[in-house]
């Protein structure tokens, strides 16, 4: 007889488990999912020929976890450029990769930010971490913000105002760079090493593909999870089902505080610069963190001829006013000619992480816990939980 799995939430981590889970014969797995579709916070949606990620995300390839599981082939990964283009007081400032070509590194040599001090400190930041591994970053037991760790390591204080603090807002979506200096080293070696992508058909491919080879019927639907113990589920089906292991891989608990993000999209005829690099606001009392030209990047953000811009700020923004006004001092009056066609303002983006408390896939009380509020604010952390929660029901079930 087949072991019955329950697992709560068809996000990445539910997903991700479902995976690894379903390589084993031996277990009917059920996925329930309070909402009418899956991928959690990975959704891609479409309308009048745009595709809009809800919320601007990227994957970054270098990611232990998705380069184990996913088929970069059948994504279609669309390629950033590697590095920034920084816009301060009208002037912009290139901070390109060397991997650019040597244009690009000499743009970066005679313009970039900061002094050659900071890009040889930049540069042997860039080595060292090429050679920790991502579990040897993530074991240190040192509690640093990561601000105070890029001055531990000699930056000046004009790169950190110019580069890492605009840049840093974009990825952890906190204005202060306090989020654990662990996430910066892993997130800047994953750049460093892979840069950033998008999948062709936007970030909701993801999900989808892991949905294709788990089996959709696997997901209930609109089946909200209303109470669980280690055998059984009652959901808003009026149904309580009886399961042998049951999975909870949704974040249930009240504690867990968010950053929040605004993520406004606008439609363009042309797009003042050909860029493919995230484009970052320096200006003192900015309030948009960071532009990009998603439809120069990944044309199939746009197929109706036009240019498709994202524009993110921290914190929650209804009103367009503010964005407009950072957006006219960085691009000109052809901002007026720009339309606001989505706005998302998200009130749960990314969960805020204690590393102190290590994650844990073995059973509380029976019941397994997986997701990216548990272990890391990212695709790979929420992955990486259900990798490891499918491991330890399969090592349980061995034993
Ligand atoms: C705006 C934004 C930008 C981001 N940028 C990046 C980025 O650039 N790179 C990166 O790596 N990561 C990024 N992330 C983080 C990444 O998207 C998440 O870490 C990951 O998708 C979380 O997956 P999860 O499975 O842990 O949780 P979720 O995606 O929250 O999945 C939980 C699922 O459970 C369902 N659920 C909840 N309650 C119940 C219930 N009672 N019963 C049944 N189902 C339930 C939900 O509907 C949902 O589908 C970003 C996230 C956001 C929001």
Redo the contacts with the bound molecule.
């Keep these: 007889m087949k072991t019955r799995i329950a697992i709560?939430?068809?996000?990445?981590?539910?997903?991700t488990c479902a995976w690894y889970l379903k390589e084993s014969e031996q277990y009917d797995i059920t996925i329930?999912?309070?909402?009418g579709r899956?991928?959690?916070?990975?959704q891609t949606e479409l309308l009048n020929g745009f595709q809009f990620d809800?919320?601007?995300?990227?994957?970054?390839p270098a990611?232990p976890e998705t380069k184990r599981i996913l088929d970069y082939d059948k994504l279609q990964l669309q390629r950033f450029h590697k590095g920034s283009l920084i816009f301060k007081n009208h002037k912009q400032i290139p901070f390109y990769d060397p991997e650019n070509g040597l244009s690009a590194l000499v743009k970066t040599v005679l313009y970039g930010p900061g002094s050659l001090i900071d890009k040889f400190i930049l540069l042997k930041l860039k080595y060292t971490l090429s050679h920790l591994s991502v579990e040897h970053i993530f074991q240190r037991s040192t509690k640093m913000s990561s601000l105070e760790y890029l001055r531990s390591l000699g930056f000046s204080e004009r790169i950190i105002a110019d580069f890492w603090i605009p840049f840093y807002q974009g990825?952890f979506?906190e204005n202060t760079l306090e989020t654990d200096s662990k996430m910066l080293q892993f997130t800047f070696k994953m750049f460093a090493e892979a840069g950033?992508a998008l999948p062709k058909e936007g970030m909701e491919a993801i999900p989808k593909q892991l949905i294709a080879a788990i089996g959709s019927d696997r997901i209930r639907y609109h089946?909200?999870?209303?109470a669980y113990n280690a055998t059984s589920v009652s959901?808003s089906e009026g149904k309580t089902e009886i399961f042998d292991k049951v999975v909870v891989?949704?974040?249930?608990s009240k504690e867990v505080k968010y950053h929040t993000?605004t993520?406004k999209y606008f439609e363009a005829d042309k797009i003042p610069i050909h860029t493919k690099h995230v484009i970052l606001n320096a200006n003192k009392n900015r309030v948009i963190n960071n532009v990009v030209f998603i439809s120069h990047v990944a044309p199939n953000y746009a197929l109706n001829g036009k240019q498709l811009i994202s524009v993110s700020a921290n914190g929650i923004h209804p009103d367009s006013e503010a964005f407009l006004a950072d957006l006219t001092s960085l691009f000109g009056k052809e901002v007026a000619t720009w339309k606001l066609v989505k706005s998302?303002l998200?009130q749960?983006?990314?969960?805020i992480i204690d590393f102190q408390n290590k994650y844990t896939s073995a059973a509380t009380d029976g019941i397994y816990y997986?997701?990216?509020?548990l272990i890391q604010?990212?695709?790979?952390?929420?992955m990486e939980?259900?990798r490891r929660t499918a491991e330890e029901i399969i090592r349980v079930d061995v034993l």
């Design positions: 709560i939430g068809a996000g990445l981590s539910g997903l329930f999912e309070s909402s899956a991928g959690g916070k990975l809800r919320g601007f995300q990227v994957l970054l990611y990825v979506l950033a089946a909200k999870v209303l959901t891989a949704y974040n249930c993000v993520n998302y998200i749960e983006a990314l969960p997986c997701g990216d509020h604010a990212s695709i790979n952390g929420a939980s259900g």
